[in-house]
């Protein structure tokens, strides 16, 4: 497994594929408030909306272990106490900031501030991994990304203001995802990448559903059959997305891998013009793409050494 997930080309591979996927996201919750009638300011609403998404990814996955590799849903007393805290974090905590941050921030004010976790992904893995530091090439990528979400965002309604309840839950659901990162590289050891998903999916989903469903108003959501079908959608995504992400997490560098999602609000800024209708694609979202493409360029970009070249010419 190792060998396989440490192949450039596969890593980058289900990088972009995982960024893209957690991209459609935002057109899906679009969609789903409307369809599902969700009152933007129903905070308790959305805690049970993102509860239901990632309590049916969590148990998804856990039952495809069950099936398949049975071993590798056991883990010991230490682990379970990890995997507590990390549901805690990476979904209760992150997402509960994330729905309820987004209800209250402008579409580029979101992106741009969701897109941060990679500069905390980063600026985090430099500290903790001697491996992984900042230098140039980073960080050019980090401001040729950055640069990218600001592009495919422009035009939107942009407002220099900040609450705390708006801008203020983003930075710190980019931070909590940050912070997941790192503990998923730091502290999984011995866990299996997708029951790692699935325990922290399924740990975070029952704490969510915990606190929102007994305060849950009547009729606060309308289930509809495109409703369950954008839920289900959304659900598997968040399966897919974050097991594989975790997979190759396991295996590479935390800074290098996170550069690829600032693909995931610029791939989000393209769904969301093709399926939601007030939203257009232009030539801002094509320079994005290319501003993105620049940083991830950046990062990949290795300086030929003489020992390199010495190597490709035996």
């Known amino acids: ?155 939107q309604s942009f407002q220099f203001s900040f609450q705390f309840n708006g801008e203020g839950y983003m930075i710190l659901a980019a931070l909590t995802g940050a912070i997941g990162t790192i503990m998923a590289k ?21 704490i969510m559903l915990a606190i929102g469903l007994p305060q849950m108003q009547e009729n606060a959501m309308v289930f509809t059959p495109l409703g369950w079908g954008l839920l289900i959608y959304s659900a598997l995504l968040s399966a897919v997305a974050f097991a594989l992400w975790y997979s190759i997490l396991k295996y590479n560098k935390a800074g290098e891998i996170s550069i690829y999602k600032f693909i995931t609000p610029v791939s989000g800024a393209v769904l969301s013009a093709m399926f939601i209708a007030d939203e257009h694609f232009n030539g801002l979202i094509l320079a994005a793409l290319g501003l993105v493409a620049v940083g991830i360029i950046a990062i990949n970009y290795k300086v030929p050494t003489k020992r390199n070249i010495q190597a490709n010419l035996k």
């Not at 299996?192 to 999916?201: D, E, I, R, S, V």
Request: proline share 1%.
């Open 1 to 155: 497994m190792k060998e396989i997930l440490t192949r450039k080309w596969i890593v980058i591979s289900i990088a972009v594929f995982c960024s893209i996927l957690w991209g459609s996201a935002f057109p899906v919750l679009k969609v789903s408030y409307t369809e599902m009638q969700m009152a933007a300011e129903d905070t308790i609403a959305k805690i049970v909306f993102a509860g239901i998404r990632f309590l049916m990814a969590g148990l998804l996955l856990l039952l495809g272990l069950l099936f398949t590799q049975r071993k590798a849903l056991k883990v010991t007393r230490r682990q379970l106490g990890f995997l507590v805290i990390f549901g805690i974090v990476q979904t209760a905590l992150q997402y509960f900031f994330f729905y309820n941050g987004l209800a209250n921030t402008s579409g580029m004010q979101g992106a741009i501030l969701v897109s941060s976790g990679t500069f905390f992904t980063v600026i985090l893995a430099h500290f903790f991994y001697k491996n992984d530091r900042m230098n140039k090439a980073k960080t050019i990528g980090l401001i040729a990304g950055f640069a990218g979400i600001v592009v495919a965002n422009w035009g």
């Open 186 to 206: 730091e502290m999984a050891v011995g866990i299996h990448p997708f029951a790692l998903t699935g325990w922290q999916l399924t740990i975070g989903a029952s």
